[in-house]
């Protein structure tokens, strides 16, 4: 009786990377990926070459020295979508996966482990009777949130009421305060003089 040998023979897969032609930017690497950008859509690759985050239309830029593109900051990287034409902005991972859901008039990217927003409540003060519909009334506060999106401080304590928007302009209210360190912020006052706030 013949015994029959069987040689398995292990072929190590070798991942290949993909192939990106006609980009029309590519970012220096940051923490661990480049954004890459292709007509109007940016997308993210490992020092692989490898697509970690799909072509997408909602990831947003941040300015640099040199040039504006997504980053990621903390694992995690700043997007916004459109409801009634104002933008709000929440977070990926580098998974692509919505961490935070887009509810912030504006936000920073990560630092610390912590970002800084602008959290807007909806307050109904009456009723139209000739319209039928609520009568609303927007505000925002400035706050520090952590990894989870959970508010850790509130920046401002009095509301800032957002007025009607006009379509038109797409930029949001600005985030006056700063982080700068993991556990101090730098609040701007309304006599434009800054006041340091532990966190």
Known sequence: ???LLITLVLI???????????????????NGVAAIKKGYEWGFIDPEGNLIVDFRNDLVATKTDNAS?????????????????????????KTGKTVITPQFLNANNFQYGKALVLKVEKETIGYNDI???????????????????????????????VSPKDKNDKNPPAITSKLISENLVAVKGN???WRIKKI
Do not use: R, W
């Not at 519909?133 to 009421?161: P, R, W």
């Open 1 to 3: 009786m013949k015994k």
């Open 12 to 30: 190590p897969f070798i991942g290949i990377a993909q192939t990106f032609e006609n980009l029309d930017y590519i970012s220096p690497f940051s």
């Open 69 to 93: 593109y997504p980053i990621f900051s903390n694992g995690k990287c700043l997007i916004a979508n459109q409801k009634d034409g104002v933008l709000y902005y929440g977070y990926i991972d």
């Open 131 to 161: 319209f039928k519909k609520d009568v609303v009334n927007y505000h925002y506060f400035e706050l520090v949130i952590d990894e989870n999106g959970n508010t850790i401080d509130h920046l401002t304590q009095l509301a800032i009421h």
């Open 191 to 193: 006599n434009k003089k």
